[in-house]
């Protein structure tokens, strides 16, 4: 076994392997900087070169590009608030927070580092994985998988503290959205009013993307002026190796988290990396700094949204199941190959695996050090007025959105998302419960149903390991009842009154219309879903049904205590406030460059939109508004022929 | 859009940090806007305009040669699947073959599990040759139960090329099946893991029904990966792999003894009748199963029913399709070029994995053949309807 693995070291010293490991850690992490794109974007662009190249070579390529996507796509969550992929928006939570406190260098320091690590330790565990892995995957049933979803769910209530009903609501919500589209049991439509487009369900970055990254241009496009100081490095790369190393029980957790959410069928990268967060959350002692730059929650998540990847290659190669869409092309790949992946493979292909595991070591190292060189030029980002990069940041997550299902729709989802997630945010609701709910939706209700008609009744719950799920959720909330009686006794401040607290300054419009409009909008939205879902069969209409009332529990409890307070301040309350008016003028322009998208494609929906925001809005210099739209519109011109990109079409393409 | 201008003061006081930040830049002239969006505009315009017609000059492809030309592969699942593996494998290869040497550009066209992008090909394609459709079984089972949704028919276009593929049925040792007689007068009825009633499952659930085997279904997994995995934890008892999957999901636990393999789905021949599979020589077909357990020659619309989806869903299930009006030298061209793929030796030996062992058809005859498995007689819609009705209470609409 040694022997392989020396010799699939001593193979990647072949300068012809090592410039394919360094092109496809290159590709990777450009992908991985553009929201929207990932690795999907990187496997795609990268596929069509591998044909004709040797195994060995096309696989560095690959897995160069596989190990380090999800280095990268912190890069924009740090620093603009806009998630590279859905994943990267847990790492957001903390990273943009302390980015904001001018620690940007700081935060993405330890996210490489942390990315880095979370790639060595999957490729560790990939090659340690080996032997167990088939136990492993046998041992998780339906109902274990069930219980995970549920955990990741019930996680929402547990990360939200001081405002629980409000994230729950979130949650809920995510969750219907989830289910619209096709019936995982009864491939029924659901909320689709049919239409073949929502037959599909919502595209998951176009979601991520409006929620968070749509929502933070909008509330940030107002800055036209650019940080006059140099932001601070805190301190330096030395103090934030010492400040990382000072967290290393959090990264080698979440790494195994991230593997072990990667070797699990249908768990996928965004929740593990949530499940990473949530653990360290769960078992923090002090939870108050969390969401507001704690380095604990960039580290545990970004070692395992790295370690996911390799996880996600056990199945692949063991059983060709893959778990995502990059590795489904890798799968692809080794098929023309004339690999078969399966358990056979360790016996007849053991050099090649072991040429993935070390080329995914390498590349998480490489990876690692391109961005941890550049944190420096990274971070100036930040002295851009933001309103100048929001610009070219809506083109550019519009069309990355438009890649994965290549539908104007989901640009139009992303759009009314954007509005949506701008008032969650403002008005104090966690968004993170909103995606999680969401991308959980359809494997909580696929496999409920398979645990329930291959199962006896509630023998089930049962299982050792369904046990061990059921008291990581009810412990917690037990140990939290007792506390809360106990605060009772002494009558102090509780929990309850966190969200009242003045330093809250992200959310400006809690307690006001806003938040009175957010409530609405939720009551009514479960109410809604509630009454289309009646016309289901049964089958499909219980998980549904049941999400919304208890939806409906609770944001009536939302909307109740919103009147209340509105009845009991009596005076006015922040109505239309100047910011409010800013995200919708946003919201506008947005909404018109997709609408000149539509009309006229494009091409040209950028060369208007982009010029007129730089000079109307950001009020850029002319000189930069003309350099910044004709770089654009060369890399658009340019772009289709060098990468598998589309542009969108409009109404006038179909006619030239 | 100028007009906002005014409205579009920055919010005072935003932050209190301004002390720190630049001044607030100046407004710009109304005459500045104007000039520099619609100069852009115009060129953006001018670029849309002109350069498709310069980027994609009106092709000559009845000439015997695809020079110049690029094949557009309209893939209407997404990447990363077997069919887009297989669609891209044979594009590349396929385009090296065709005089002229085209360019290949796959587009994958997801949506409505394969109906969107079939539908907008029907719709729109061009009859130059040069727009080509993948066609897999799932455009093709909504299309036979008449979805309302399917917008397409295959009777209205022309197969090029066709590839088939095979499968098994088989089950798990453990819930005492250890041959086909263990299928009927059980105890307890065997459970079957689906995917979706309406999709490729369709064949194996019209099989049953013709065996009339004790089998009761669930349905809703992710894939059959997942089903093969939920049948060696015990959970199900019955599945079914196609054949580029048998190597890594069945071959291992059938010599464990952990599973037994039943049967193959067998394969069309020239005249429609129901062969062995030649990836799976030694294992009867679902006929010889009917003919073991009943003691007699399957016939009837059940049989005719199977039959017809065996066709579809696997002897002709992988396609490359285009538009009924192209030019018929068009065709020809590219239905030769397949077919010298198809021959050349060092194809079938690359291609052995991606095809699963089934060769590329796409002789003269084989227009005609597919024609007649394409043809889907009204009895069989309403037979398959009928069965998914009653007993799977799914109402296709």
């Given at each position: 076994m040694l022997d392989s693995a020396m010799a699939a070291l001593a193979s990647l010293a072949d300068p012809s392997l090592l410039l394919m490991l360094l092109i496809g850690t290159v590709a990777g992490l450009v992908m991985g900087l553009i929201p929207g794109l990932g690795g999907t974007g990187a496997v795609a662009i990268l596929l069509p070169i591998t044909f004709g190249m040797e195994p060995p070579q096309a696989l560095a390529l690959l897995i160069g590009a596989l190990a380090v996507v999800h280095t990268s796509d912190t890069v924009s969550a740090v620093l603009l608030g806009a998630p590279g992929s859905a994943s990267a928006s847990v790492t957001m939570l903390d990273g943009y927070a302390m980015a904001k406190q001018g620690k940007a260098a700081r935060a993405l320091t330890l996210a490489f580092l942390s990315s880095m690590a979370g790639g060595i330790i999957g490729a560790i565990g990939l090659t340690l994985a080996i032997p167990l892995a088939r136990p492993l995957v046998l041992s998780f049933a339906s109902p274990e998988l069930f219980m995970l979803t549920v955990l990741g769910v019930a996680l929402a209530a547990v990360l939200s503290r001081g405002n629980i009903i409000k994230g729950v609501s979130a949650g809920l919500l995510g969750l219907v959205l989830g289910m619209v589209g096709t019936s995982p049991t009864t491939a029924e439509e659901r909320f689709t009013f049919g239409s073949l487009f929502l037959g599909d369900g919502l595209s998951l970055v176009a979601v991520a993307l409006g929620i968070f990254g749509l929502a933070e241009i909008a509330s940030r496009a107002s800055q036209r002026r650019g940080q006059k100081e140099n932001i601070t490095l805190g301190g330096g790369w030395g103090q934030g190796i010492r400040e990382w190393l000072s967290h290393w029980t959090q990264v080698i957790r979440g790494a195994l988290i991230g593997i072990w959410a990667g070797v699990l069928p249908g768990v996928g990268a965004t929740a593990g990396t949530w499940l990473a967060y949530g653990q360290a959350v769960a078992t923090a002692k002090d939870k108050r700094k969390f969401g507001k730059g704690d380095p604990r929650g960039i580290v545990g998540p970004e070692s395992a949204n790295n370690s996911v990847e390799a996880g996600d290659l056990i199945p692949t190669l063991l059983f060709g199941i893959p778990g995502g869409v990059p590795s489904a092309m890798l799968l692809g790949m080794l098929l023309t190959y004339g690999i078969q992946p399966g358990p056979s493979i360790i016996t007849e292909h053991l050099d090649l695996m072991y040429l993935i595991v070390w080329s995914f070591a390498i590349a998480s190292i490489l990876g690692a050090l391109f961005c941890f060189l550049s944190v420096k030029q990274l971070a100036k980002l930040t002295k851009v007025p933001f309103a100048v990069l929001a610009a070219g940041l809506v083109a550019v997550m519009l069309l990355g959105s438009f890649q994965e299902g290549g539908q104007l729709g989901d640009l139009w989802v992303m759009i009314i998302l954007g509005v949506f997630g701008w008032l969650l945010k403002s008005t104090g609701f966690p968004r993170a419960p909103f995606l999680i709910g969401f991308v959980l939706a359809i494997p909580l209700e696929r496999y409920y149903f398979l645990t329930d008609s291959l199962y006896n009744g509630l023998d089930w719950m049962a299982r050792p390991g369904v046990l061990v799920f059921l008291a990581i959720l009810v412990l917690p909330i037990l140990w939290a009842f007792i506390k809360f009686i106990r605060a009772r006794r002494n009558t102090n401040l509780d929990d309850g009154h966190r969200n009242e607290r003045p330093e809250d300054d992200e959310s400006p419009l809690k307690n006001s219309v806003w938040s009175l409009t957010a409530a609405g909008i939720f009551a009514v939205a479960f109410a809604a879903a509630l009454i289309s879902s009646a016309s289901f069969s049964p089958e499909a209409r219980l998980v549904p049904q049941l999400v919304s009332i208890g939806g409906l529990v609770f944001s009536g409890i939302l909307l109740f205590t919103e009147i209340r307070t509105r009845v009991r301040a009596r005076?006015?309350?922040?109505?239309?406030?100047l910011d409010a008016g800013f995200a919708m003028k946003t919201f506008l322009w947005m909404t018109a460059f997709l609408a000149l998208t539509a009309a006229f494609g494009y091409l040209i929906a950028v060369t208007v939109f982009i010029p007129a925001f730089l000079l109307i809005v950001a009020r850029a210099r002319l000189k930069v508004a003309i350099i910044y739209t004709a770089a654009l519109y060369i890399v658009l011109l340019a772009l289709p022929s060098l990468l598998p990109i589309d542009l969108p079409q409009g109404w006038l393409n179909t006619l030239v | 859009m100028t007009s906002q201008k005014s409205a579009l003061e920055p919010p005072l006081?935003?932050?209190?940090t301004a002390a720190s930040e630049l001044p607030e830049p100046p407004q710009h002239s109304r005459r500045t806007v104007l000039g520099a969006v619609a100069s852009f505009a115009v060129l953006g315009l001018a670029t849309t305009v002109l350069g498709e017609g310069l980027l994609n000059p009106p092709s000559s492809t009845e000439d015997g040669n695809f020079s110049g030309e690029t094949l557009e592969f309209l893939i209407p699942l997404a990447s990363g699947g077997g069919t887009d593996t297989w669609a891209r494998f044979i594009g590349t290869e396929l385009t090296n073959y065709i005089p002229g040497r085209p360019g290949f550009a796959p587009v994958n066209e997801p949506g409505g599990e394969g109906i969107s992008g079939t539908n907008k090909f029907a719709r729109?394609?061009?009859?130059?040759?040069?727009e080509i459709l993948v066609g897999t079984a799932s455009t093709v089972v909504p299309w036979v139960l008449g979805r309302?949704?399917?917008?397409?028919?295959?009777?209205?276009l022309k197969p090029v090329v066709v590839n088939g593929t095979g499968g098994v049925i088989y089950a798990?040792?453990?819930?005492?099946?250890?041959?086909?007689?263990?299928?009927?007068?059980?105890d307890k009825p065997l459970e079957f893991g689906g995917?979706?009633?309406?999709?490729?499952d369709i064949t194996t659930l019209v099989a049953f029904d013709l065996l009339e085997a004790d089998v009761t279904s669930t349905f809703g997994f992710e894939g059959r990966g997942p089903v093969n995995l939920a049948l060696q934890r015990g959970e199900i008892d019955l599945d079914y792999q196609t054949t580029s999957a048998y190597g890594s999901a069945v071959e291992g636990i059938a010599k464990e003894g952990k599973a037994t393999v039943l049967m193959s789905f067998g394969q069309l021949d020239g005249s429609g009748e129901v062969v062995r599979d030649p990836n799976f020589p030694e294992v009867p077909t679902v006929a010889e199963a009917y003919e073991q357990l009943h003691g007699k020659k399957p016939s009837g619309e059940k049989f005719e029913a199977y039959k017809t989806l065996l066709g579809l869903t696997y002897t002709y299930q992988k396609g490359l399709w285009v538009p009924q009006e192209t030019a018929d030298k068009a065709v020809t061209l590219l239905r030769e070029s397949s077919e010298k793929l198809g021959a050349d030796k060092e194809f079938q030996t690359k291609a052995a994995k991606v095809l699963g062992g089934y060769p590329l058809v796409a002789d003269a005859d084989m227009a005609d053949r597919v024609r007649d498995a394409y043809t889907v007689s009204s009895s069989v819609r309403s037979y398959v309807k009928e069965l998914l009705e009653s007993k799977y209470n799914i109402h296709v609409e």
């Open positions: 005076t006015a309350s922040t109505g239309w406030t | 006081g935003l932050d209190d729109s394609a061009t009859t130059d040759g040069t309302s949704a399917v917008k397409y028919s295959f009777e209205d798990r040792t453990e819930a005492g099946v250890n041959g086909i007689g263990d299928l009927v007068n059980r995917i979706s009633a309406t999709g490729l």
